[in-house]
């Protein structure tokens, strides 16, 4: 029988990401329409890059710079029908649908591209300024030892 050793590392943290990447994502399909509509569109980006900057802040601050890699796929799911209709809004129904459904499918490496850059740029600082403030347990079970 080979030898076998179980290492158990958990590590506590600080703070649900859920409902603050919830409410990032709200948020950024409200600017996302609000810029592709073209309504009061430095508004949208400044409210957009805000709230891009307090997200990765309460990431960091918590420990949950990980979320930072689910967030843009979150966002997309929620921006992706708005973003298709004010496209037919300011570019018409079927150019618009066109444009809408390319640039969300597509563009969006470079959008996600862009949100992710920017929380983790944000969020990687605030975990080191939030100190060690989490517990690590390790628990090493030993092997059975057969003294036959």
Not at 64 to 78: D, E, K, L, N, Y
Not at 111 to 117: D, H, K, N, R
């Amino acid at each position: 029988m080979p030898n076998q050793v179980v290492i158990r590392v958990r590590e506590q943290t600080k703070g649900a990401p859920g409902i603050a990447t919830f409410v990032w994502a709200l948020v950024m399909a409200v600017c996302l329409f609000g810029i592709e509509a073209r309504y009061a569109r430095s508004f949208f980006e400044i409210v957009a890059v805000t709230i891009t900057v307090l997200l990765g802040a309460y990431l960091g601050w918590h420990r949950r710079t990980g979320t930072a890699f689910v967030a843009p796929f979150v966002s997309w799911m929620f921006a992706w029908v708005p973003f298709v209709i004010a496209a037919m809004i300011h570019e018409g129904f079927l150019r618009g649908l066109l444009f809408g459904v390319f640039w969300i499918t597509f563009g969006w490496v470079i959008i996600g591209g862009a949100e992710l850059i920017v929380i983790l740029a944000v969020a990687i600082p605030f975990r080191l300024l939030s100190g060690a403030t989490h517990h690590t347990e390790t628990i090493i079970i030993d092997p059975p030892v057969d003294f036959s």
